[in-house]
């Protein structure tokens, strides 16, 4: 396996130090990009129910001055959000139902999610799990044994998804010894990771994590949570590469977001910059009716609107699949476009 090495000045950043120092308030936020504070009363009601997060390295790809910056707008909290709506709650999938034993959500056959860690780098406005109840989720390293032991009970479990939170906000050590845990248990083959947290803060791809990861016997994939390609800029793309190069498996899956790409163009787009970067777009996702999340909706007619034409611009390996996810179903449903389109 050979890494890409890195400038020194990139190596000298401490993904740790960069979380630590990330923006927290609406009114940071604003005056970071130059824009004047409206709305700030609502935005901060909104943030004390789900914090505002956001690390350096993401804001540098918004655009100073634009109050409609579409990365801008999946960060900073929103009136909206305030506004009760029927038919969003606040576990759209269910997933308190099939959160069997603490840091274990079984849905679907074959694999589970392990809850590995309970934060993220980034806050994003639309999360699914913005209310989810981490109380009895926020495992120990030594509490890790009651969900391995879940795996290690279940032969019929291949595949385990590291879910958070963001997986990746574990420290390599702690991640080390997740993965050599898991490595040990003969029935799992593959390990899949979500994670958003190389998109907001790049530098989190330490040699250290690439070689862990190239190292271990499972198949690893990594699956990045990218909605817009403004998200896919040079810093970003410089760190993925070793990655990319150690034979590490990557795929993207995106959220269908009103007012961040709810667009032909910027999904072709998206689509386009994910496969120069080495990575497959997946999935996309139809937004999940979370209480507060109502305005980044998209009406499944309009979306399907969106695909056809998307559908018509881009070669079959570059459509991602559109799908929704409903509690109680044993996959994700996709959505079909009519034969006649
Ligand atoms: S990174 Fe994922 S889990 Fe974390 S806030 Fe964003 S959408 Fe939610």
């Known amino acids: 396996m050979r ?78 959000e305030l506004v009760a709506m029927p038919g969003y709650v606040t576990d759209p999938l269910g997933e308190q139902q099939a959160n069997v034993t603490p840091g274990i959500v079984h849905k679907y056959n074959g694999r589970l999610l392990l809850l ?23 495992l120990s390293r030594r509490q890790w044994q009651t969900a391995l032991d879940y795996v290690r009970d279940d032969p019929s479990i291949s595949e385990v998804i590291l ?28 390990l899949r990771i979500h994670t958003r947290l190389p998109v907001v803060i790049p530098q989190r791809l330490t040699d250290h994590l690439i070689q862990q990861l190239s190292a271990s016997h ?72 979370v209480t507060g999340t109502h305005h980044f909706d998209n009406p499944e007619q309009e979306a399907l609107a969106l695909y056809r034409q998307l559908h018509q611009q881009l070669p079959g390996y570059l459509l991602p699949r559109l799908v929704r996810e409903e509690a109680g179903k044993a996959g994700k449903s996709l959505i079909l476009m009519d034969d006649n389109f």
């Not at 498996?249 to 032909?264: E, F, I």
């Open 3 to 80: 890494i890409i090495a890195r400038s020194a000045a990139i190596e000298q950043q401490d993904w740790q130090q960069i979380l630590a120092s990330a923006i927290r308030s609406p009114e940071q936020l604003f005056a970071a990009l130059r824009l004047p504070a409206t709305d700030l009363s609502a935005r901060q009601q909104a943030a004390s129910t789900f914090p505002l997060l956001v690390p350096e390295p993401y804001l540098r790809k918004m655009e100073p001055g634009n109050p409609d910056d579409p990365l801008l707008r999946q960060v900073m909290p929103d009136a909206e």
């Open 116 to 138: 590995a860690a309970t934060g993220c780098a980034v806050n994003c406005r639309y999360c699914f799990r913005r209310h989810f109840d981490y109380t009895d989720n926020r």
């Open 163 to 190: 879910s958070g939170g963001d997986p990746l906000m574990l420290k390599d050590d702690a991640l080390d010894e997740l993965l050599e845990a898991i490595g040990h248990i003969s029935h799992v083959r593959r």
């Open 218 to 289: 499972l198949s690893i994939s990594l699956v990045l949570h990218i909605n817009h390609p403004n998200e896919l800029d040079a810093l970003f793309r410089q760190y993925i590469q070793p990655l990319r190069q150690a034979g590490i498996t990557l795929l993207n899956q995106s959220v269908l977001l009103n007012g961040v790409n709810n667009r032909v163009d910027t999904l072709v787009n998206l689509s386009q910059s994910l496969f120069d970067a080495g990575i497959l777009p997946y999935y996309l996702h139809l937004l999940d009716p």
